[in-house]
């Protein structure tokens, strides 16, 4: 009995086969993503330029992140300042205490900012105005808005909301350095979990690429 015809079909088998290659393909690492767009380094730079030396160490490095990094940290920047004040003006209002900051100038600058956007709005009458000569004498009698303001009880009531404000914002001001170092801190997370899947969904709804 002869085996060359399983033999030569065994060889017609392998004859149609291909050596098996290998090939190794080396991945290369993602590119980093594009820095941010002018405008937001351009705001980013100008609050930089604002602040303190010892400050900007924290600040400065973001003026070369990507878009979503500004865009996050500028948020959350606001966020701890609005927040705060909120809470404190609330706090202030129903524990009827105010701490005395009248001699910050952070105060008075936000006194009269808030009393012009409150008349503007219609929100406090023409003639309500903080009597800041009373506020400065040293008097420690009575609660700050009976010195602040002499007058009818809306009068009062808006004197009061604007110290409230002031006096929340005053505060805030003060904790600049920690908002800072907590804004940065933040700022990845931030970035990765909030901003940048809000931003995807909104590019996919709204259909821009």
């Known amino acids: 009995m002869s085996t060359q015809r399983p033999i030569l079909r065994l060889t017609n088998i392998f004859s149609h086969l291909k050596p098996f290659s290998r090939r190794y393909t080396s991945t290369s690492p993602p590119p980093p993503p594009p820095p941010a767009p002018k405008n937001l380094r351009a705001r980013l730079q100008k609050f930089n330029d604002r602040l303190p030396p010892f400050m900007r160490a924290y600040t400065t490095p973001l003026l070369g992140a990507p878009a979503t990094h500004v865009t996050s940290f500028l948020i959350l920047h606001e966020f701890t300042a609005i927040v705060p004040i909120v809470g404190l003006m609330a706090a202030f209002h129903y524990g009827n205490w105010l701490p005395d900051l009248t001699a910050s100038e952070s105060f008075q600058m936000a006194t009269q900012?808030?009393?012009?956007?409150?008349?503007?709005?219609?929100?406090?009458?023409?003639?309500?105005?903080?009597?800041?000569?009373?506020?400065?004498?040293?008097?420690?009698?009575?609660?700050?808005?009976?010195?602040?303001?002499?007058?009818?009880?809306?009068?009062?009531?808006?004197v009061r909301l604007v110290l409230e404000y002031a006096t929340a914002y005053t505060v805030v001001k003060f904790l600049l350095p920690l908002r800072i170092a907590a804004s940065v801190w933040a700022t990845p997370w931030f970035a990765r979990v909030v901003f940048g899947p809000l931003r995807n969904r909104a590019r996919a709804i709204f259909g821009k690429k």
């Open 113 to 158: 900012r808030f009393q012009r956007w409150l008349r503007k709005k219609g929100w406090a009458d023409a003639d309500t105005e903080v009597d800041f000569a009373s506020l400065q004498e040293g008097e420690e009698e009575g609660p700050l808005t009976e010195r602040a303001v002499a007058g009818s009880d809306t009068q009062m009531a808006g």
